[in-house]
């Protein structure tokens, strides 16, 4: 997938989007085993290639962009901030299939990631809330979890995720 403005040396903006060197981990997993049904945390998983979770009630079509959803760790003290809550809300209530700590998603958009040694990721784009946020966090949940909403993924490459699994940007 290629990356934006690569090969243009001359802007600031290409250097500065290329520099991520740091690398997070896979803070939480979640499987949605049935419709509109709670998430299930699970230590590992089996992610099929061009396909979806393994477990996991969702059949993306081949080819999709959101095939897999990831989160950013950080940003459920925010959302719950915004709520009024004191506490950083669970990951299963926001629906996404992975949590990612220390390393910022955003970064990542139009990027592919490696989770541990065998899953290849192409991020393509934001995972924007939908009015379920309501349901789940009460009014104001759809706001709140604006910006916050983390990212959608297509399944370059299979394998088993673990949590702990370093991720990294490959390309």
Request: proline residues 6%; glycine residues 12%.
């Amino acid at each position: 997938m290629p990356f934006p403005f690569f090969g243009d040396d001359k802007s600031t903006v290409a250097r500065l989007l290329s520099t991520l060197p740091q690398a997070g981990a896979i803070a939480w997993i979640g499987q949605r085993p049935v419709r509109r049904e709670p998430l299930v945390s699970v230590p590992e998983a089996e992610l099929k290639a061009d396909s979806h979770m393994l477990g996991d009630h969702a059949r993306p079509k081949a080819g999709g962009k959101r095939q897999i959803t990831l989160i950013q760790h950080e940003h459920l003290a925010a959302v719950a901030g915004f709520l009024g809550l004191d506490a950083p809300l669970d990951p299963g209530r926001l629906r996404r299939n992975l949590v990612v700590s220390g390393l910022n998603l955003l970064a990542l958009k139009n990027r592919q990631i490696s989770i541990g040694e065998e899953v290849l990721l192409d991020i393509t784009g934001e995972c924007h809330p939908c009015s379920r946020m309501e349901e789940e966090l009460g009014p104001g949940g759809y706001n709140a979890m604006r910006g916050h909403g983390g990212l959608t993924a297509h399944i370059a490459q299979g394998g088993r995720i673990r949590v702990g699994d370093v991720v990294r940007v490959v390309a």
